[in-house]
Structures are given as C-alpha cells and as structure tokens.
C-alpha cells in the first residue's frame, strides 16, 4: 500500500536541537534520531512491513526533505568496503524505495494536505497515512488486517495517554476530593497511525482537517474504528521529546526499530 506522510509543518514547539545544531528552516520530522532523521525511521518501519511506495507531503522546511534524500548518504547506516578511495556498498536502505515529493502549500492544515495528494493515490481504495514525527513498534499488519475484517472505512490506532498532568476533582466548596494522574484515566489519544479508504475524501472539506473532520463524521457513522496499541508508542512534539528518542537510541533502547533483524538488502 502507498504510504501518505504528513512532512509540511512548522514544528513550532521544536525550538532547539543538538548543541551546535539550528532547526531554523528544518521541519520537524528532519530531526535526528541517532544518525538519521526522525522521517526516516517512520519510513523504515513501513518498509519493515513491505510498505515502500511513499507520497510526502512537502511543505515548511522542503528543500531541507528533498535535499536529504537527493544526496543520500548510505554509509551513514549500512556497510561498506572503502577501496582505492572508491566506496562499495555492501547493503542498503532505499534503493526499493519509491518517494513522491509533492508540495502542499505551506500552512495547510493535515486534511487539504491529504487532498491535495489524492491523485497520487493513483485511485487505490486502500492506503496508509501517518505524522511522520511518531515512532512505535504497532504491530502494522495486524493493524491492517483487523481494519481490512471490520468493514470500516478508516482506522486510526490509539494509545495511552501520554500526559504527566493530573485531573483533580473538586467538591461543591472548592475542596480537593482526588487527584488523578491522565496517564490513569479511561481515555484514549490519536496515535497517527491511520489506515484510510477513498471514502475519507467524502468528508474531507476543503482546509478541512483529517481528525476533525473526516475522522469525526465516518465515527459519527460508526465507520472509524481503532485499534489499541499498549506498546511502545513515542512522539517528538517537542525538543525534550526528541532528545528522549535520541538518548534512547544512543543507550541502545530502541523498540521502534522492528526492522533490526531484516536482511540487509544487498547492493
């Protein structure tokens, strides 16, 4: 299935990166996780998954996407033998990569976003959309499979939430009378993980957006189910965030990597 990722925002809160690293101009998903950018590991998870038809959806910070990917550098993740000056790659990432850079506008929101790629789509009823700046090791076949059995025209997976805050009940005097941390509370929150039929585009106004708007009518329709990871599950909104992953990968915890033990793909 064609996998849709959503690449074009500003990343307001993402206000640093590494010492000596500015992010002025870098889009959030170009953050780096270890030697490669937060896009890239959303990626090659999908490909774990036989998921290599990428449409991104270009918007603040493009050039910085197109450039990457341009001038990509295998030897930063696979091996190679270095003879006479010349490299020789042993293995590598993308080359059964196919990537469609299409720009779509600058401060869309995510729906129009998704419109304005829909004839890239070259009319499939099934695709897969995604944040590109989420990392988790869902299961993504199983979460397709349980879509494809349920009849439903979307599914988005849904986590735990994530919030360290805490809701506190008052009583009719203003007394305290508990105090709950979120992350305890029977709720659910929009992990980014979409799989989508055409059907989407049925509600999906123009500047619309794909949560409130489409999302929400098709479950207004019972048509949206979801599918509840309890796994691993972690966003980089932020700079603390990312630094978390980045850390992450550096001790060597790295559960979103499902990929660890595929094949290396021969040059």
Same mark, same amino acid.
């Given at each position: 299935?064609?996998?849709?990722?959503?690449?074009?925002?500003?990343?307001?809160?993402?206000?640093?990166?590494?010492?000596?690293?500015?992010?002025?101009?870098?889009?959030?998903?170009?953050?780096?996780?270890?030697?490669?950018?937060?896009?890239?590991?959303?990626?090659?998870?999908?490909?774990?998954?036989?998921?290599?038809?990428?449409?991104?959806?270009?918007?603040?910070?493009? *050039?910085?996407?197109?450039?990457?990917?341009?001038?990509?550098?295998?030897?930063?993740?696979?091996?190679?033998?270095?003879?006479?000056?010349?490299?020789?790659?042993?293995?590598?990432?993308?080359?059964?990569?196919?990537?469609?850079?299409?720009?779509?506008?600058?401060?869309?929101?995510?729906?129009?976003?998704?419109?304005?790629?829909?004839?890239?789509?070259?009319?499939?009823?099934?695709?897969?959309?995604?944040?590109?700046?989420?990392?988790?090791?869902?299961?993504?076949?199983?979460?397709?499979? *349980?879509?494809?059995?349920?009849?439903?025209?979307?599914?988005?997976?849904?986590?735990?939430?994530?919030?360290?805050?805490?809701?506190?009940?008052?009583?009719?005097?203003?007394?305290?009378?508990?105090?709950?941390?979120?992350?305890?509370?029977?709720?659910?929150?929009?992990?980014?993980?979409?799989?989508?039929t055409q059907e989407v585009f049925d509600h999906l106004?123009?500047?619309?957006?794909?949560?409130?708007?489409?999302?929400?009518?098709?479950?207004? *329709?019972?048509?949206?189910?979801?599918?509840?990871?309890?796994?691993?599950?972690?966003?980089?909104?932020?700079?603390?965030?990312?630094?978390?992953?980045?850390?992450?990968?550096?001790?060597?915890?790295?559960?979103?990597?499902?990929?660890?033990?595929?094949?290396?793909?021969?040059?």
């Open positions: 299935m064609k996998v849709v990722l959503f690449c074009g925002g500003f990343g307001m809160r993402m206000r640093e990166g590494r010492p000596g690293e500015s992010t002025v101009e870098i889009p959030k998903p170009m953050q780096m996780v270890g030697p490669r950018p937060l896009l890239w590991h959303v990626m090659r998870y999908y490909a774990h998954f036989g998921h290599t038809e990428f449409i991104l959806c270009l918007g603040y910070g493009a *050039q910085a996407i197109k450039d990457y990917f341009l001038h990509y550098e295998e030897t930063a993740s696979n091996d190679f033998v270095l003879r006479g000056g010349q490299v020789e790659l042993l293995s590598t990432d993308i080359s059964a990569w196919t990537i469609k850079f299409v720009h779509t506008g600058t401060a869309s929101p995510i729906g129009e976003r998704l419109r304005r790629v829909r004839s890239h789509l070259d009319g499939d009823e099934m695709f897969l959309a995604n944040y590109a700046d989420v990392l988790s090791d869902a299961p993504l076949d199983v979460m397709i499979d *349980q879509f494809k059995n349920s009849g439903a025209a979307a599914s988005m997976t849904v986590v735990p939430p994530q919030s360290s805050f805490h809701c506190v009940d008052l009583g009719a005097d203003g007394n305290v009378t508990s105090i709950t941390p979120v992350s305890r509370l029977p709720l659910w929150e929009n992990g980014g993980y979409f799989v989508l106004p123009e500047n619309g957006d794909l949560v409130e708007d489409a999302c929400g009518a098709l479950a207004a *329709q019972g048509r949206l189910m979801a599918y509840r990871h309890e796994g691993f599950w972690k966003p980089a909104d932020t700079f603390k965030e990312r630094a978390e992953l980045d850390a992450a990968w550096a001790s060597g915890d790295r559960p979103w990597m499902v990929w660890r033990d595929d094949k290396p793909i021969p040059v």
